[in-house]
C-alpha cells in the first residue's frame, strides 16, 4: 500500500503525495512548485500523476513536472487534460507504483470526474469533501446523488482523501441542517483543534462522513424535515440532496 503525505498548495488544496518503494505520484497536482520542492527533498522521481478533472487548481501543474519527470499522467477520457498519457472512463483498473487502483465514474461537480480507490483509501478530488461535497459545475443533482452513493457503497474505514480544506465551513453548513447531530458536534470540536494546530482536517473516514455529512444523509428524517421546507419537490433522495445542496450554494 501506499504511504500518503499532503502537500498544501494554493489558499485551500491539497495535492496527494503517494510513496511506494522509493517511487513517488501525485494526485491533482494544481501548483508545480510544492511538488518539486517535495520531491527534491525526498530524493523521489515522479512516475505518475493522477488527474480526478479538468479544473485548473487540480492538473495546472501537469507540464512544468512533465519538464523535470517523465511521468504517465491518468485522467478522465472526456475532459481536456494536459499531458494526458491514460484515458480513462471509470470502472477500470490501473496500476500505479505497482498497486493496483480502482477507477471510479463520479460525475456531478464535472461530467469526466473520476475517484481513485486503494483499499482502504480514496482520492476523490471535488466530489466528496469532509463534511461536503463539491458544487455541481457540470453535472446534475441526480448525477452527484449517484457518485456520492457509489462512493458510500465502499468500506466504512475508507480514508476520504478530498482535493481542499473545506471542512470548518462545511461543518458550519452540516450544523445548520442537523443542529442536535451529536456525532457533528464531537466532529466540530475534533476538527477545529486539529485546524488550531495547523494540522490537515482530512482524511477523514467513510464511517465519519456517513454519520456528519448533510450530503450523504438524504434519508435521514432530520434531513428530509428540513429539505421540505426550503422547497423540495418530495422526500426521494435525490430531491433531498438537490435542496440541501442548492442551499449550500449560497450558505
Ligand atoms: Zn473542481
Redesign the pocket.
Given at each position: 500500500m501506499f504511504d500518503i503525505l499532503p502537500i498544501p498548495a494554493f489558499k485551500d488544496n491539497y495535492i496527494w503525495l503517494l510513496l511506494r518503494d522509493g517511487h513517488a505520484a501525485v494526485v491533482d497536482p494544481g501548483d508545480p512548485v510544492p511538488v518539486i520542492a517535495r520531491l527534491e527533498e525526498l530524493g523521489l522521481s515522479l512516475e505518475s500523476i493522477l488527474i480526478?478533472?479538468?479544473?485548473a487548481?487540480?492538473q495546472g501543474g501537469i507540464s512544468a513536472l512533465l519538464e523535470h519527470w517523465e511521468a504517465e499522467v491518468f485522467g478522465p477520457e472526456n475532459e481536456s487534460i494536459t499531458g494526458r498519457t491514460q484515458a480513462l472512463l471509470g470502472g477500470e483498473v490501473i496500476t500505479v507504483l505497482g498497486q493496483a487502483v480502482q477507477v471510479m465514474a463520479v460525475p456531478g461537480?464535472?461530467l469526466g470526474?473520476l475517484a481513485y480507490a486503494v483499499p482502504g483509501a480514496l482520492f476523490c478530488?471535488?466530489t466528496l469533501f469532509g463534511a461536503g461535497c463539491?458544487?455541481l459545475?457540470e453535472g446534475s443533482p441526480a448525477q452527484m446523488y449517484d457518485s456520492l452513493s457509489k462512493i458510500a457503497a465502499l468500506p466504512d474505514e475508507t480514508r476520504v482523501y478530498c482535493?481542499h480544506e473545506y471542512t470548518e465551513m462545511n461543518l458550519r453548513f452540516a450544523l445548520a441542517v442537523e443542529p442536535e447531530n451529536q456525532d457533528l458536534l464531537v466532529r466540530v470540536k475534533r476538527v477545529a483543534a486539529l485546524r488550531d494546530a495547523d494540522q490537515p482536517s482530512v482524511p477523514s473516514t467513510l464511517a465519519e462522513e456517513k454519520v456528519t455529512n448533510p450530503f450523504l444523509r438524504s434519508a435521514e428524517p432530520v434531513v428530509i424535515a428540513k429539505a421540505l421546507e426550503l422547497g423540495a419537490v418530495d422526500r426521494s433522495p435525490v430531491a433531498v440532496f438537490a435542496a440541501i445542496r442548492q442551499w449550500r450554494n449560497g450558505f
Open positions: 480526478t478533472h479538468h479544473h487548481d487540480h461537480h464535472t470526474h478530488g471535488d463539491g458544487r459545475f482535493a
